[in-house]
């Protein structure tokens, strides 16, 4: 399948939406999401090893790889990310695709499969539970310290970004995300950096470190997610989000959402890895993944891209 990888990119009203497509032009359909800070090359390991009948568009959120970084003055959240899904979605004329998603992409596509349930026909959550609940005591905290987080950092001009060797800036990463292997960091570097004099800088946008601003209380996920059509999937890493994103709050809802999914008969299960283990050992998390879009999606007709 690698022979079939190629650039895409979307038009937005700021810029572009970049991203890879591998697979035949007539598959179905497979939106991929990365997670926070990371971009589409997440995919590059894991996608080889999914069923061929597919279409996978990986995307490089805003601010991330080589997508456009927002105009000045907005702001990175779960909403903007959903509506760029949307915009995605109609510019490539998809009327119904899959998702797989990653961390924070898995929290865009909850939020989108819920808002749009009948342009989804599979979700795919990697370590992560689709929603993120936030106490609704602390949401007034937490949207101020982003305001400020904000605010502070658009002070900071995107010619003083820092300058690195390559060396550095594989230090620097792997420092940041001790779940990659170092092929992994290579990786995601390829769309992480850019050159300019002297070195290389990070590609994305600064913003993207400030906290969400707009949260969701437990009540409010759990009716959004009441509302997903689509067959889930959840492959969850023992030494994953958990371990790396040691939360209360999270110890707390993370079971409730999950014990939500399975009362709908959604599909949850847990693999050996880490928080990346999609991408560092794909071949643990391929099966699951395949044989869901196996059954859920291809067993049930056919859709153009």
């Known amino acids: 399948m690698d022979k079939e990888v190629s650039e895409i990119s979307v038009p937005v009203p700021w810029g572009e939406i970049r991203g890879k497509v591998w697979g035949p032009r007539q598959g179905r359909p497979v939106l991929c999401l990365h997670g926070w800070a990371d971009n589409s ?61 990653h961390s924070m992409g898995s929290d865009v596509a909850g939020m989108f499969s819920a808002l749009y349930p009948e342009m989804v026909d599979a979700l795919v959550l990697l370590d992560s539970y689709g929603f993120l609940p936030t106490d609704s005591k602390e949401i007034p905290e937490v949207m101020r310290r982003g305001i400020d987080e904000q605010l502070k950092i658009e002070k900071i001009s995107e010619e003083n970004k820092r300058v690195y060797t390559y060396e550095k800036a594989v230090e620097r990463m792997s420092a940041a995300n001790p779940s990659m292997s170092e092929q992994s960091v290579h990786i995601l570097l390829e769309r992480g950096l850019v050159q300019v004099e002297g070195g290389f800088v990070f590609s994305r946008d600064l ?99």
Do not use: W
């Open 41 to 101: 090359g997440t995919f590059n390991t894991l996608i080889p090893l999914l069923p061929k009948e597919c279409r996978y568009v990986a995307v490089d959120l805003p601010g991330h790889g080589l997508s456009s970084h927002r105009p000045p003055g907005e702001s990175y959240s779960l909403f903007s990310f959903t509506a760029d899904v949307h915009r995605v979605a109609d510019a490539l004329q998809l009327r119904t695709f899959s998702i797989i998603s």
């Open 207 to 305: 913003r993207v470190n400030v906290k969400h601003i707009m949260r969701t209380s437990l009540d409010q996920c759990l009716e959004m997610q009441s509302r997903i059509q689509a067959p889930v999937i959840v492959v969850l890493a023992e030494d994953g989000y958990n371990r790396i994103f040691p939360d209360i709050a999270q110890e707390k809802y993370a079971p409730i959402l999950l014990q939500s999914l399975l009362d709908r008969n959604h599909k949850v299960l847990t693999v050996p890895g880490d928080h990346h283990v999609h991408l560092n050992k794909p071949e643990v998390v391929a099966p699951f993944v395949s044989d869901f879009l196996q059954s859920k999606v291809l067993n049930q007709g056919k859709h153009k891209l």
